[in-house]
């Protein structure tokens, strides 16, 4: 992660805060592109927060992050919002998000889903629209599922649904907030290898999580997080065989 030449994301010193209180300090790190990287910490530490400000949902007080050549910096936002936020957008145009709740549009169905922002957003045609549709929910297992709803289906096929609706728009790079903290035990396994399936492809992935045995056997790098500040960047083997840092090495003592 450190020695890549030209990373695919580049994050340098990213600070965020909330009125008074500090969430995010000084968060440096770069992700080469087809890396799966887990971002682990306990409840509270803002990997969220990191997650949104990589899609731009949240305005950073300073630093910059570039994905893909597209940078943004904070300065930049004091300088010239409305540069900014077009910036912002061309940003959020590379990175598919999901999180924890699903969010699908509960009045169409799964096709129409994965169509919507295709259409809206790309200006794609209606049959292309759907063709990729088509071949997003085939590879997410959902073959058969465009015309449900999502209230017929189970956690874990809406889970992929909406990592299907995420793909639909070519994303350089997913980012995942605990898309397995609200399903059932038996339907976490089945998101899990959506994700390994993508890794294999080659997709660019972040992943908040709290499935320790994921980050271990499926993440390139794992990223350590604790009061707003990376503690430890490792790959999975030394992160959790040979933790650097006492906090790691007590986080993980919990989780195992
Ligand atoms: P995590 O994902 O690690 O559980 P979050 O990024 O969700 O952590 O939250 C980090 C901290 O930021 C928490 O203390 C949370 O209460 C606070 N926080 C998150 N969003 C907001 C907000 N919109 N306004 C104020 N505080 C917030």
């Not at 904070?74 to 077009?86: G, P, Q, T, V, W």
Request: proline fraction near 3%.
């Amino acid at each position: 992660m450190s020695n890549c030449t030209k990373p695919l994301i580049h994050v340098s010193n990213l600070c965020k805060s909330y009125g008074n209180s500090k969430i995010l300090s000084g968060i440096s790190f770069d992700i080469e592109s087809g890396d799966l990287v887990s971002v682990i910490g306990p409840s509270g530490c803002g990997k969220s927060t990191l997650l949104r400000c990589l899609n731009c949902l949240e305005v950073l007080d300073d630093g910059e992050i570039s994905i893909d050549s597209i940078r943004l910096l904070a300065s930049d936002h004091r300088k010239n919002e409305s540069l900014f936020s077009r910036r912002a957008n061309r940003l959020r145009l590379n990175v598919g998000m999901v999180f924890q709740e699903f969010n699908l549009f509960p009045h169409k169905t799964l096709l129409g889903n994965i169509t919507l922002a295709q259409t809206v957003v790309k200006s794609e045609s209606v049959g292309k629209a759907r063709d990729l549709a088509m071949f997003l929910l085939e590879k997410v297992g959902l073959g058969n599922f465009g015309e449900r709803y999502p209230w017929s289906l189970s956690g874990g096929q809406k889970q992929r649904a909406a990592i299907a609706r995420a793909l639909a728009m070519k994303p350089k790079v997913m980012l995942y907030d605990e898309p397995t903290s609200s399903l059932d035990p038996e339907m976490i396994e089945e998101v899990l290898q959506v994700m390994r399936d993508l890794d294999n492809d080659g997709m660019t992935q972040i992943i908040v999580t709290h499935e320790m045995r994921f980050a271990k056997d499926a993440s390139d790098y794992i990223i350590y997080m604790e009061n707003g500040e990376i503690v430890e960047i490792s790959d999975e083997d030394e992160i959790f065989i040979n933790p650097q840092d006492d906090r790691t090495r007590r986080f993980l003592k919990r989780y195992m």
